[in-house]
């Protein structure tokens, strides 16, 4: 084996993430989120796992395409929906559903041809309450909805939603101004509701109350693979389990003399007589190039700190506290022992990039813990 980056992926983990979420969301349906190839854990692999969801979440029609190659037969929503006309058929032929967010959507829907004959194309009708990303105004929503129900390529059954800006900010008084003008615009619309992403899920209970007896949803991303939503907490703090591991080996331990330079540009001088132990991993392989010195790894179990800048290839590592640490011993970048949120910290980002930037030279494997 070339390299010894390892990404671990807990399908145990990811499951019970998932009968985690569905406990929380009291009898909502739950879309769990597998854009960006599963938050970096595989797309293929979470959508395996998350079986029981009642719906995937992908943010292109190629994710659909390959969820449908790979033999999966759930209800797949296509988040952005549509980028051009021509996209419509393969939406009918795959059979998923599109997020309708914009006028040009509505109009390549009126100009299809043929489509009455056809299985009817199943939409949701995105509304912007405050994200002003995607969606249409409020104004907008009681026409654009009559329209898609006149549609005869459309199904009647149309499910209303939006997203939250700063849900993550509990006291944060926009997403509660979110949910009031999303109920006063669909006050009179039919149709299943969905509002609350993650922490939406965690922080704001109206969110999920079902409104005038339609079915509410949820669409998860971030706690199904146990990343947290929260500034300050990790996933393990809001009752999840982080389902990547990310580790790889000791290529070489050296003694290094006190007020040597380590890495590129010389930055960190050694303080003392110490051992200096480098490890199978860099940018190269999607470990954050932004981590600084001190940043944390665990040496087997004992927790040490990377030293210098983090390199293409490789990470050096102050073995003070691992003192016996070998050729060969594995190194952990972040998991359950080590939470990704602290890597993150270290780094001046947050979780999500850090799954989401693993590399092809990362090996990937499963295990069903």
């Known amino acids: 084996m070339s390299r010894t980056a390892l990404a671990t992926i807990h399908l145990g983990a990811l499951r019970r993430n998932l009968a985690r979420v569905r406990e929380l969301g009291k009898g909502a349906k739950v879309m769990a989120v597998v854009k960006a190839d599963g938050y970096g854990h595989g797309l293929e692999r979470v959508a395996r796992a998350c079986a029981q969801a009642d719906a995937l979440g992908v943010a292109a029609l190629g994710d659909g395409l390959r969820l449908r190659s790979a033999g999966n037969r759930q209800r797949i929503v296509v988040l952005s929906g549509p980028d051009e ?47 002003h990303r995607l969606g249409f105004d409020p104004a907008r929503v009681a026409d654009v909805h009559a329209k898609l129900r006149a549609l005869p390529g459309v199904d009647a059954d149309i499910v209303l939603m939006t997203h939250f800006a700063a849900s993550d900010e509990f006291d944060n008084g926009l997403t509660a101004a979110q949910i009031a003008r999303f109920d006063e615009v669909t006050a009179e619309l039919a149709g299943a509701r969905s509002l609350a992403n993650s922490a939406g899920l965690l922080g704001w209970p109206t969110a999920l109350a079902a409104r005038g007896g339609a079915q509410s949803w949820v669409r998860v991303g971030g706690l199904l693979y146990g990343l947290s939503v929260v500034d300050g907490k990790t996933g393990a703090d809001l009752g999840f389990e982080p389902a990547m591991t ?124």
Not at 315 to 335: C, E, F, K, M, S
């Open 85 to 131: 006309p021509g996209d419509l058929a393969e939406f009918r032929r795959l059979q998923l559903d599109a997020v309708i967010h914009h006028e040009s959507q509505l109009a390549w829907l009126a100009a299809e041809r043929h489509a009455a004959g056809r299985r009817p194309l199943r939409a949701w009708l995105k509304i912007d309450t405050g994200m």
């Open 246 to 369: 990310l580790s790889t080996r000791l290529i070489s331990v050296k003694q290094v003399k006190r007020s040597e330079r380590i890495g590129y540009a010389a930055t960190w001088e050694c303080p003392e007589d110490m051992p200096i132990g480098v490890a199978a991993i860099g940018y190269g392989d999607g470990y954050p190039r932004s981590a600084q010195p001190g940043t944390p790894v665990l040496v087997n179990a004992a927790r040490a700190a990377i030293v210098g800048r983090v390199s293409m290839d490789l990470i050096t590592i102050d073995l003070r506290n691992a003192p016996n640490a070998q050729v060969g011993d594995r190194v952990t970048l972040w998991g359950r022992d080590l939470p990704v949120e602290t890597i993150a910290a270290h780094a001046g980002t947050i979780s999500y990039d850090l799954t989401c930037g693993m590399t092809r030279r990362v090996l990937f494997v499963e295990d069903d813990d």
